[in-house]
């Protein structure tokens, strides 16, 4: 069967409609930014498609916060395609091969962790005293870590 016209297959057409919609709808959020602010400085972490959290941005702080989001390219570092070097938290028994702020042996002996973004909570612990708690957590084993 030779297809001169889309439009004369409607059930074609229509799995083309899902198949977009599919992924238009299943893709997860690109990047999250968490700005974590004092008065004069930030730490500025990003969430990946990948769930890994990295640091973007250390400095002075900005008065618009949807700049954040930008820093990182406007950094002249040297690329990593490891991902490691910017990570908000290195563990041991991935990739890293720089020293790991966390290593863990799981109970059947695998030394293996891979943290990954689950939320993150800002609370005012006091007055003009915010804390930003990002949890992560590891896709395999039941393994947390929160992040202060």
């Given at each position: 069967m030779k297809l001169q016209n889309l439009q004369q297959v409607p059930s074609l057409r229509m799995f083309f409609a899902l198949v977009i919609t599919g992924f238009l709808i299943s893709d997860p959020v690109v990047a999250q930014i968490i700005p974590i602010e004092t008065a004069n400085n930030a730490v500025v972490l990003k969430v990946n498609k990948q769930q890994e959290v990295s640091?973007?941005?250390?400095?002075?702080?900005?008065m618009d916060k949807s700049e954040y989001s930008s820093a990182a390219s406007q950094l002249r570092q040297p690329s990593d395609?490891?991902?490691v070097m910017d990570a908000a938290y290195s563990s041991a028994g991935s990739r890293n091969l720089l020293e790991p702020a966390i290593s863990v042996v799981h109970a059947d002996g695998n030394p293996s962790l891979a943290l990954r973004y689950e939320s993150f909570e800002v609370k005012e612990v006091e007055p003009g005293v915010k804390l930003t708690t990002v949890h992560l957590k590891d896709p395999v084993y039941d393994f947390e870590v929160n992040l202060f």
């Open positions: 640091m973007i941005y250390f400095g002075q702080r900005l395609p490891s991902g």
